[in-house]
T-cell receptor, first 114, second 111 residues
Framework: SAVISQKPSRDICQRGTSLTIQCQVD?????MFWYRQQPGQSLTLIAT?????????ESGFVIDKFPISRPNLTFSTLTVSNMSPEDSSIYLC???????????FGQGTRLTVV | AQTVTQSQPEMSVQEAETVTLSCTYD???????LFWYKQPPSRQMILVIR??????QNATENRFSVNFQKAAKSFSLKISDSQLGDAAMYFC????????FGTGTLLAVQP
């Protein structure tokens, strides 16, 4: 199992600013994942954060908007840049051990952009 | 592309009764895994049950069981003896190379 601490748990931000979300795992993991959950919607994968290499982004998500850092095997950050109200969502960090294993999630960051 | 569909946006069940949540998926892969996750108002995603596609036997975890029909690409979740604490959003998910979630079913449990 893995315990994931995600900070901040919520924030209200002004449009045009940026917010960095932190994800700390209590054990070393190869891959970490960042998801977005828009209000009342499902989870959509933003990117996979790989240690020692650039993140792999899903279609519709770009590095300039969602830069990701992965300095070591237990930590990652996601930045939401130049925010607009459309970025208001829950952002979740996740880890798993591969194809058939359980995914563990942080408690999410509820972001509101005004 | 793989997709996961949950056709029931909302469901309601009486406490102690049984409810079934539907899920279908589309894939050309033969080796994959299916999951049901629960998300209560706390936002914490919790694994309910997991099914390996190569296993014909339906997975069971206490009051939770699945009906896995591989040919039909169907993966429904049955909750028996429903409890108030079962009220949550339930997501069906598929994983081959990455985890793909369905749109979710909001389950209400009536006392």
């Amino acid at each position: 199992s893995a315990v994931i601490s995600q900070k901040p748990s919520r924030d209200i931000c002004q449009r045009g600013t940026s917010l960095t979300i932190q994800c700390q795992v209590d054990s070393q993991v190869t891959m970490m994942f960042w998801y977005r959950q828009q209000p009342g919607q499902s989870l959509t994968l933003i990117a996979t954060a790989n240690q020692g290499s650039e993140a792999t982004y899903e279609s519709g998500f770009v590095i300039d908007k969602f830069p990701i850092s992965r300095p070591n095997l237990t930590f990652s950050t996601l930045t939401v840049s130049n925010m607009s109200p459309e970025d208001s969502s829950i952002y979740l960090c996740s880890v798993d051990g591969g194809r058939g294993t359980e995914a563990f999630f942080g408690q999410g960051t509820r972001l509101t952009v005004v | 592309a793989q997709t996961v569909t949950q056709s029931q946006p909302e469901m309601s069940v009486q406490e102690a009764e049984t409810v079934t949540l539907s899920c279908t998926y589309d894939t050309s892969e033969s080796d994959y895994y299916l999951f049901w996750y629960k998300q209560p108002p706390s936002r914490q995603m919790i694994l309910v049950i997991r099914q390996e596609a190569y296993k014909q036997q339906n997975a069971t975890e206490n009051r939770f069981s699945v009906n896995f029909q591989k040919a039909a690409k169907s993966f429904s979740l049955k909750i028996s003896d429903s409890q108030l604490g079962d009220a949550a959003m339930y997501f069906c998910a598929y994983r081959a190379n990455k985890l793909i979630f369905g749109t979710g079913t909001l389950l209400a449990v009536q006392p």
